[in-house]
């Protein structure tokens, strides 16, 4: 998996920040605006992806670690998880902290919603905006992992090895290719 | 790589920037949604009228006074269910009526027709109290259609939902009756302010309202605007929790299917075994 040329490397310098943002903001909005944790943890994936892309296996794994983002999976999960169990005093996944149930957490998500049509107000809606924390941390721990694993199984073809080998074959094949086409 | 990252933190740290820019709200407050409006009881022009023409033969429900159980012979399997709704108390100041304009009346197989009878009933959902029943005549004979015009105004607290539905009861379960309309309009007005939303629904059922129960108290309930979140991670949060380990048992078996006999081994690892 070669990278790619400086035009795909710059537009994902650029890109890539504006992706991790949208994703996030769709994951912290989940409960005052369309999308979610899932919707944001695959769009913080995609940023993901366009990075492997851009840039090629060999770079990516000296960056990105495996072990790193199974362990940002498990943690989204278990957050999950544990924050169902938090709410056992009523029932499993209870929402204890929406609307003043708890008034010394009210500023943990805990203020009354405005009722009607409103703009909404992000310290709203008790546990689902950390529910949504947790799945938007698993997701993109997964999509990223799914990713990681088919990286890691690539064997690159016979000539790409040769490429990779080092930057000066790169450039070698450049100037064959520029050769061939000022021959033409 | 370096680039992209040194890029991405530095857009992240101007986001937060542009949040706390906003939060500080040098624009004013964000405009919110006008929905109230001037409302007079005199001129109908801001009043909600509904009218509907379905001739509806039967509608048959349970008296919720009546501690006995009622059963009913219904002859058309189609239930007839109005919902009056106001949203919020706060934006309403006085008092409001409703009007209710029909023209029906109570049909009867056979037997005592003192022991029957039928009409509308406007049930307060959020009391549980029948707060007005409109009792129709019994007719002179078995069955016998007698038509008949009524007009009531009543008295309705805005805060509370209210539910309209043709009642038929018989007491002692013999005979099959049946209250029937032709038309049902209803008005609802008030002084100040006008409620903030008015809602009449037909064809309903009146035993299925989760989905309106959920609509009408997700925002007092869990405080989110966003409803089919709230469902999501409130209501059917264990749901959720299925959704959460499908997708980590398929990245496991992702993990199983690309399998190597080594970790993840970084090229200058590679180098040193080599």
Known sequence: MTPMSKIVVLVTNLLCGFILVFGFYVIVHGHLTPGGGFQGGAVVASACALVVIAYGDKRVKERLSYDAFSAIEASGLIAFVGLGFFGLGATFFYNFLAVERISSLRWLFGAKALIGPNPGDINTGGVIPLLNLAVGTEVLGALSIVLLLMLMTYTPKRGEAEIEESTAGRRAQETGEKHETGGN | ?274
């Open chain 2, 1 to 274: 790589m370096k680039k992209t990252i040194a890029f991405s933190a530095l857009i992240v740290v101007f986001a937060f920037f542009l949040m706390a820019v906003a939060k500080m709200r040098p624009f004013g407050e964000p405009p919110m949604a006008n929905v109230s409006t001037d409302w007079d009881i005199k001129s109908t022009k801001n009043s909600t009228w509904r009218s509907w023409h379905d001739v509806v033969n039967t509608m048959v429900d349970k008296d919720d006074n009546n501690d006995s159980e009622v059963e009913f012979t219904t002859r058309s399997s189609k239930s007839l269910v109005g919902k009056v709704t106001f949203a919020s108390k706060t934006s309403y100041s006085g008092r409001s009526w409703m009007r209710i304009n029909t023209r029906g009346g109570c049909w009867k197989s056979s037997g005592k027709i003192q022991d029957s009878f039928a009409g509308v009933q406007v049930y307060n959902k959020t009391t549980h109290k029948v707060a007005y029943y409109l009792d129709f005549p019994s007719p002179v004979k078995p069955g016998v259609y007698e038509w008949h015009r009524y007009e009531r105004k009543i008295a309705i607290n805005p805060s509370d939902t209210y539910s309209i539905r043709m009642v038929g009861i018989d007491k002692w379960k013999e005979h099959a009756v049946a209250a029937y309309w032709e038309y049902l309009n209803i008005e609802v007005s008030g002084e100040g302010q006008a409620p903030q939303e008015t809602k009449f629904e037909l064809g309903e059922r009146a035993e299925l309202e989760m989905d309106d129960y959920i609509i009408e108290h997700c925002q007092r309930e869990t405080g989110a605007n966003n409803v089919v979140t709230a469902v999501v991670f409130d209501y059917r949060g264990f749901d959720t929790l299925g959704e959460a380990t499908v997708l980590f048992s398929a990245v496991t078996g992702v993990g199983v299917l690309f399998r190597r006999r080594k970790r993840w081994v970084k090229p200058e690892e590679k180098k040193q075994e080599a």
